[in-house]
């Protein structure tokens, strides 16, 4: 009879110190994730209402986990714990299950972060998207385009495509300048306008080595790439410091091209077709 009250009084020891380790993890628990929830959505305006959701769900799991190792303690409820323990673990495998995107964001995220293929302020295009990544997190990426739009991207979709980085290993960027200039303009002449107005732009910059300059590598290199139906293709190529300063850089050109081709009298010809019509009679 002696060792059925130690017995009993050991078992009530333990459910106690279940019971309240249960009590005590989930109340922690609801307290740090209260003061995560009322920060975030106080400072970041995000939706508490997946927060308070997961909150719920996991408080529940650990009563129920909690519960169900008291019950076994007990050998009258045993099989009752076991249940119990068997229908949690097949709430976490669900729980698993579904959030196997989840854990592949966060290990491509942690794969991006390592490998670094494109950090934040990088200019990237992919899947025809093209912005500026502002943000990397755990679950996703966030692009700012050209329209102030924001582009969410999951970590496991961007890390499985192709990406363009203008940024990667050098800023510079250069920009192709191409027109078209009739049949009777003098080429030299506007190849030579167009690399003066090229070379004067405040934003364009000398991607030329002391090589290069003593070897009389022109600061700016011009070609005829065609000749077309109505037209001679120009083209030169013009360097930035990044992409932006290149579009300002390529905008600007082009105008100041123009102006000047009006100035030299050199035609840049619209397209035009002859429509022959035929006397049947």
């Known amino acids: 009879m002696f060792k059925n009250l130690v017995s009993e009084s050991g078992i009530a020891i333990h459910i106690t110190v279940i019971v309240a380790l249960t009590v005590l993890i989930a109340f922690t628990f609801n307290y740090i994730t209260n003061r995560y929830i009322k920060k975030n959505t106080a400072t970041k305006h995000l939706d508490p209402t997946s927060f308070l959701f997961a909150k719920k769900f996991i408080i529940a799991v650990i009563y129920i986990v909690g519960i169900s190792f008291a019950l076994v303690q007990i050998p009258e409820l045993k099989i009752i714990g076991h249940s119990l323990l068997a229908g949690a673990g097949i709430l976490s495998?669900?729980?698993?299950?579904?959030?196997?995107?989840?854990?592949?964001?966060?290990?491509?995220?942690?794969?991006?972060?390592?490998?670094k293929p494109f950090r934040i302020n990088d200019r990237i295009t992919f899947n025809n998207y093209t912005g500026t990544v502002e943000e990397i997190n755990l679950r996703q990426v966030v692009l700012k385009d050209l329209e102030n739009n924001r582009v969410i991207v999951p970590n496991s979709v961007i890390s499985s495509q192709v990406i363009v980085n203008t940024n990667l290993k050098d800023t510079r960027?250069?920009?192709?300048?191409?027109?078209?200039?009739?049949?009777?303009?003098?080429?030299?002449?506007?190849?030579?306008?167009?690399?003066?107005?090229?070379?004067?732009?405040?934003?364009?910059?000398?991607?030329?080595?002391?090589?290069?300059?003593?070897?009389?590598?022109?600061?700016?290199?011009?070609?005829?790439?065609?000749?077309?139906?109505?037209?001679?293709?120009?083209?030169?190529?013009?360097?930035?410091?990044?992409?932006?300063?290149?579009?300002?850089?390529?905008?600007?050109?082009?105008?100041?091209?123009?102006?000047?081709?009006?100035?030299?009298?050199?035609?840049?010809?619209?397209?035009?077709?002859?429509?022959?019509?035929?006397?049947?009679?």
């Open 93 to 115: 495998l669900v729980a698993g299950l579904a959030s196997q995107q989840a854990l592949s964001n966060i290990m491509s995220g942690f794969l991006i972060v390592l490998f």
């Open 173 to 281: 960027v250069c920009k192709n300048i191409q027109i078209g200039i009739g049949y009777s303009s003098d080429i030299g002449k506007a190849l030579k306008i167009m690399e003066e107005e090229i070379s004067k732009h405040p934003l364009f910059i000398d991607i030329r080595n002391e090589e290069d300059k003593n070897n009389n590598v022109p600061l700016v290199t011009s070609r005829v790439i065609s000749l077309d139906d109505s037209s001679v293709s120009l083209k030169a190529w013009a360097y930035a410091e990044n992409n932006s300063n290149g579009f300002i850089l390529y905008c600007d050109t082009i105008r100041s091209i123009k102006e000047r081709f009006d100035k030299e009298d050199i035609e840049i010809p619209f397209k035009y077709q002859n429509v022959i019509i035929k006397n049947e009679k």
